[in-house]
């Protein structure tokens, strides 16, 4: 089993910086992928950004050029946020992949609002 925690989400004004943070607890070896989501009200979960054990990264369009993934260590997933806009306003949530089974944080609001 693997628990993920996120940090890091809050009220932002447009074109503000945010950084969200992940940690993964418990079975933690064996992890692949890690990588965020988001919810916005109304709308299904999408994916934000992903990066492979192996540091590959992939990107939802529309946040290529504001938005960047890193992995501090095989526990560990960030994604820092910049020239946020209001339609970046969604509960993202951690994600991590471990022996082809999906794990989810509980997720972390960010708001972009003036």
């Known amino acids: 089993q693997v628990q993920l925690v996120e940090s890091g989400g809050g009220l932002v004004q447009p074109g503000g910086s945010l950084r969200l943070s992940c940690v993964a607890f418990?079975?933690?070896?064996?992890?692949?992928?890690m990588g965020w989501y988001r919810q916005a009200p109304g709308k299904q979960r999408e994916l934000v950004a992903v990066?492979?054990?192996?540091?590959?990264t992939n990107y939802a369009d529309s946040v290529k050029g504001r938005f960047t993934i890193s992995r501090n260590a095989q526990n560990t997933v960030s994604l820092q946020m910049n020239n946020l806009n209001a339609v970046d306003t969604a509960v993202y949530y951690c994600?991590?992949?471990?022996?082809?089974?999906?794990?989810w944080g509980k997720g972390t609001l960010v708001t972009v609002s003036s």
């Open positions: 994600n991590c992949v471990r022996l082809g089974v999906d794990y």
């Open positions: 418990g079975s933690i070896f064996s992890i692949n992928a």
């Open positions: 990066i492979t054990s192996g540091g590959s």
